[in-house]
């Protein structure tokens, strides 16, 4: 049982509770997301020096602002291009070109 009032949520998350938080149903799609570097774990140890994966939910929140488009920022958008959470695109190779046409 948490000590928090229920209406505040915990501002570090387990993977678990992470991918709940965010949406995901599927932890393998959770984790791939944290592969490809779209959802950033928080380095943290334990009070027995046990390292473990934790998830701030203000930078969860962030990437999820990012690639709703409700920033500028385009790392989030180069990530997502580099290499989708579905491996639809191909690392290096990416549908949408920056580049002007050729004449």
Do not use: W
């Amino acid at each position: 049982m948490s000590a928090l009032p229920a209406n505040i949520p915990p501002r570090c998350m387990s993977e678990e509770q992470a991918c709940e938080y965010v949406g995901l149903t599927n932890q393998n799609t959770f984790q791939k997301a944290v592969d490809a570097g779209i959802f950033c774990p928080i380095p943290y140890r334990d009070r027995a020096g046990i390292r473990k994966k934790v998830f701030d939910r203000k930078v969860l929140d962030k990437a999820l602002d990012e690639m709703g488009g409700l920033t500028n920022d385009d790392d989030m958008a180069k990530r997502l291009l580099r290499g989708s959470i579905n491996g639809r695109a191909q690392r290096g190779k990416t549908a949408v070109s920056n580049r002007a046409p050729q004449h």
